[in-house]
């Protein structure tokens, strides 16, 4: 079973088609990047995904629950972590993660706090309010709040974003260990060389269509055709400046 299916997506916004038939699908522990230029509709389609906004036509399972028709149950099972923190102003860090428990009925909320402060180093700032909170510091915790629910899917829209090097590396840690348990990953990011390192598969959206798909090995094969390995920032730049079509690949 998929804990993300994402069958025949279109997203419009009035006339403009943002996303356009769009599929792809993770299994549990699987990590997928979803890439691709600027306005691509990565954006688009990890709000679709999260139930932000429903799609136009196509549908989203997560868990096996439809984001539009079963809502509450889609978005128990999954934590999405935009590019901006969103955050309560007037809320500390202890109070937001208590909050974000209540919200999802974390019983035994007070166990599950430490070590997600220990984890993204947040035990010092518990008291404190956004406002006094670095650009880092405010995307650990809204990671910290996605995270207390322990979901089975995980939505990341550039998740190393104002992080110093020794966050990034406890975040790729974070993730890494998450999928590892079973959580289903999808890893939007410009910085290739973190989605090759973490992901195990990719999907490359371009104009808002599926230009690329499969696993990194295989794309990175069929662009060196024989001539020895690339990377995925070469494959990468040599699917999309190919025209929709001939770049596809299933």
Known sequence: MYSIEVVNLTKKYGSFVAVKDFSFAVKPGEVLGLVGPNGAGKTTTLRAMAGIHPPSEGQIRICGHDIVNDAVEAKQRLAF????PRLFDYLTVDEHLEFTAGIYRVT??????EPLLEELELKEKRKSLPTELSRGMKQKLMIACGFLHTPEVLIFDEPLT??????IRRMKESITRRAAAGSAVILSSHLLHLVEELCSSVAIIQNGARVAYGTIDDLKWQIAQGRGDVSLEEAFLRITK????SGTAS
């Open 242 to 245: 190919a025209p929709a079509e």
């Open 108 to 113: 035994d909320f007070r166990a599950r706090v």
């Open 81 to 84: 972590f935009p590019d901006e």
């Open 162 to 167: 104002g992080l110093d090097p020794l966050g």
